[in-house]
């Protein structure tokens, strides 16, 4: 079962999108902040991480360099979700490797396939990240 960490300060979306995860067969972790994300992360290495662009603190591309340089996390697929799609907020996400990157509101059955092809894409190549060229825009 593929494990999803959810990073996002906006507990309600959490837990929504925990619940229709979980449905959707993934096993499903929270963090309702990157600092709180960090640990959780290293000890518990998800497939994928869903994380939200701005948080307080850690911004989500902040946090995203930091696993860049950790090396147990270093190979975990990003895949980017904001409410605020801007240019900037896109190439923040591209510039460290996103696997993807989602505007809110987004389908579920869309999200659900794009962590699928995150996770197989990070197992086929034994590596986390995407290249930009690989980007998936929603739609």
């Given amino acids: 079962m593929t494990k999803v960490m959810i990073v996002d300060d906006d507990r309600a979306l959490t837990v929504a999108l ?3 995860l979980s449905a959707g067969g993934f096993d499903v ?39 860049q340089l950790t090396e147990r ?4 697929p990003v895949v980017y979700m904001t409410g605020h799609d801007t240019e900037g907020n896109r190439r923040t996400a591209i510039d460290p490797g996103a696997a ?5 509101p987004f389908e579920i059955p869309h999200l659900l396939s794009v962590l699928r092809e995150a996770a197989r894409r990070s197992s086929c190549r034994g590596v986390g990240t995407v290249p930009a060229a690989d980007v998936l825009a929603a739609g």
């Fill in 73 to 76: 996390a270093r190979g975990i």
């Fill in 100 to 104: 993807t990157f989602l505007t809110k």
């Fill in 18 to 20: 925990s619940v229709r």
């Fill in 29 to 67: 972790r929270t963090s309702h902040s990157a600092h709180e994300a960090v640990a959780r992360v290293l000890h518990e290495r998800p497939d994928v991480i869903l994380l939200d662009v701005d948080m307080p603190g850690y911004t989500g591309p902040e946090f995203h360099q930091f696993l």
